[in-house]
C-alpha cells in the first residue's frame, strides 16, 4: 500500500484526503465496542484515544505523524528489517511489545541501528565513552528478565512502569519501599526486583530522569551551591543551614537541562523535528504561524548571525508561576516552578507538555518574591555554558556537533514578570514599558496606572 501521502504537506490535496481514507477504513477493522482506536495526529500521537470520526477530523486538521509508516498501534503487523552490518541475535524470551518500544527508544538513542558501512568505528568512536557505557548498561537490564523464566516484563520496563504507578496515584515513599520488600519477597528465588527506593531512583537516573538537591538559606538569602555547598551557615545572615540533624530548612530540586537538550538529538525523530522552524516551517506569505515568523527572532538572528547559523542552536522560552502542590487549598502554600519550552519544533510538538523541560521546582511556602533569582542561578550558570556551546551527537545526520542553546524570552503573568525582571509592577512606577515615565494617579486611595488603563480603553 502506497503511503507517500503521509508526508504531504497540503493537507487539503486529493491525495491526503484519499490516504486518510484509507486509513480510516483499515482502522475500522480493530475499533473496540465504543468505536474508539488512538488518534495518530501531529495533536495526539496515539497518546489519546478517540471516535473514529472524530480521528478522521484530527487527521484533517492537525496532520499525519510522519513516521507512523507501520500502524502497529492500530494492528497491523510490524515487520523490522535487520540492518546491514548488524548482528542477528535471537530476541530475549523475555522481550514482548512493550519491551521491544523500550528497545527501539534505547537502540534510537544509542545509535545502533544504523548501517554506516565500512565508518562504524569512526561513528561509533563519535560519542562518548561513558554515555555508551550507560546506554549499555540499560539495554542488559533490559534484555535481563524479572525472574527466570519471565515472559512479560524485563527488569527496566517493570521498574519504569512501577515507577509511573507511584507517581501517577500518590504514593508515599515508605509505602513504595513496603511494596517493593513485598515484591522481592513475593517473586521467586534470584529476581531483579528493586529491594528499596535508592536502587530504584540510581536506575533511572541513568535513564536520564536525575535531579539534584540544592540545600536553601532559610530567609532566601543564598544557596548552599558550589563555593557555598560545605557550608554550614548562610554567609548572607549568618542563620544556620539545617533545622536539626543535617535536615535543612529548604531544599530546591533542580533538573539539568543540558542532558535532556542532548537527548533531543539522540533519536533521529526529534532530531530532525529541531530542524523543523529552518528547513519545513513555510515563510513565503509573510504569516505569522511560528515564533520565528515574528521580528524578536529575526532580530536576535541580526544580533547573533554565528548562534542562527546552525539550525540545530536551541531558542527556548522561560515559563514560570506558583502554584499549591496540596489537594486542598484551603492550605496557604505557593511552590513555583520554572520551564523551558523549545522553539525549535514544529508549533503542534512545541507545545506538548511531553516537551516541556522542567527546570525548577522553588519551595514554599511562600512565592519567592524579589528572591526568584537567587533561585535561578543554577539554571543560569547551565545556560552560559550552553551560550559556549557543548559537544553533542545529532543522530539524524550521525554526526557530532556542538550544541547551543539560549533563552531568548519569559511567558509569564504580570506578578511573575515583576519576579522575574527585577521590576515591581506595583506602586507609582507599576509599567514596565514607561518605566520612570509611568503616569498614576490616586483614585480612592489606591494607586491607578493610567498606561494600563489607556491600553484596555
Not at 565500512?118 to 524479572?146: G, V
Not at 515508605?174 to 511494596?179: D, E, G, K, Q, T
Not at 560545605?230 to 533545622?243: A, F, L, N
Not at 523535528?273 to 513555510?282: A, D, G, I, S, T
Request: charged share 25%; proline share 6%.
Amino acid at each position: 500500500m502506497d503511503r507517500s501521502w503521509i508526508s504531504n504537506p497540503d493537507r487539503l490535496s486529493a491525495e491526503y484526503e484519499n490516504g486518510v481514507g484509507e486509513f480510516v477504513t483499515f482502522v475500522k477493522g480493530s475499533l473496540d465496542v465504543q468505536g474508539l482506536t488512538k488518534c495518530p495526529c501531529n495533536r495526539c500521537m496515539n497518546r489519546e484515544v478517540h471516535h473514529i470520526d472524530y480521528v478522521r477530523y484530527h487527521l484533517l486538521i492537525y496532520g499525519f505523524l510522519k513516521d507512523y509508516i507501520h500502524w502497529t498501534e492500530h494492528g497491523e503487523q510490524s515487520n523490522p528489517q535487520v540492518p546491514l552490518g548488524s548482528p542477528i541475535q535471537d530476541t530475549p524470551p523475555c522481550m514482548n511489545e512493550q519491551d521491544e518500544e523500550m528497545a527501539e527508544a534505547l537502540r534510537d538513542a544509542a545509535g545502533h541501528e544504523y548501517d554506516i558501512g565500512s565508518s562504524s568505528d569512526l561513528l561509533s568512536d563519535m560519542r562518548p565513552p561513558t554515555e555508551q557505557a550507560r546506554y549499555d548498561k540499560l539495554f542488559e537490564e533490559l534484555h535481563n528478565p524479572l525472574y527466570d523464566d519471565c515472559m512479560k516484563f524485563s527488569a527496566l520496563t517493570f521498574i519504569v512502569k512501577l515507577m509511573n504507578v507511584k507517581f501517577l496515584y500518590k504514593w508515599s515513599d515508605r509505602s513504595f519501599v513496603a511494596l517493593l520488600k513485598l515484591l522481592h519477597e513475593a517473586l521467586p528465588v534470584g529476581n531483579r526486583c528493586p529491594r528499596n527506593y535508592y536502587e530504584t531512583k540510581k536506575l533511572l537516573c541513568d535513564v536520564g530522569l536525575g535531579y539534584e538537591h540544592i540545600d536553601v538559606c532559610k530567609h532566601d538569602c543564598t544557596l548552599f551551591y558550589n563555593e557555598h555547598k560545605d557550608d554550614d551557615v548562610c554567609p548572607i545572615c549568618g542563620v544556620s543551614r539545617y533545622v536539626r540533624k543535617k535536615i535543612p530548612h529548604k531544599r530546591l530540586r533542580y533538573f539539568p537541562i543540558t542532558s535532556r537538550l542532548k537527548r533531543l538529538y539522540s533519536s533521529r525523530h526529534t532530531a530532525r523535528e529541531m530542524r523543523w522552524h529552518k528547513e519545513q516551517r513555510l515563510e513565503k506569505d509573510g504569516k505569522l504561524r511560528h515564533p520565528a515568523d515574528g521580528e524578536a527572532w529575526k532580530k536576535f538572528d541580526s544580533l547573533y548571525p554565528e548562534f542562527a547559523g546552525d539550525p540545530r542552536s536551541v531558542r527556548m522560552g522561560l515559563a514560570s508561576d506558583g502554584f499549591n502542590p496540596f489537594s486542598h487549598m484551603s492550605t496557604s502554600y505557593s511552590m513555583w516552578l520554572v520551564i523551558l519550552i523549545s522553539y525549535n519544533l514544529p508549533p503542534w510538538l512545541t507545545m506538548h507538555r511531553s516537551n516541556y523541560l522542567l527546570s525548577l521546582l522553588i519551595p514554599g511556602p511562600k512565592s519567592p518574591g524579589k528572591d526568584f533569582d537567587v533561585f535561578l542561578r543554577p539554571l543560569i550558570e547551565e545556560l552560559k555554558v550552553l551560550w559556549d556551546g557543548v559537544q553533542s551527537f545529532d543522530s539524524y545526520q550521525q554526526a557530532s556537533f556542538t550544541l547551543r542553546a539560549s533563552v531568548i524570552w519569559t511567558v509569564s503573568n504580570f506578578p511573575a514578570f515583576a519576579y522575574l525582571s527585577g521590576w515591581s509592577t506595583q506602586g507609582k512606577l507599576a509599567c514596565p514599558i514607561c518605566l520612570e515615565d509611568t503616569r498614576y494617579k490616586l483614585i480612592q486611595a489606591k494607586l491607578v496606572t493610567l498606561a494600563i488603563v489607556l491600553f484596555w480603553k
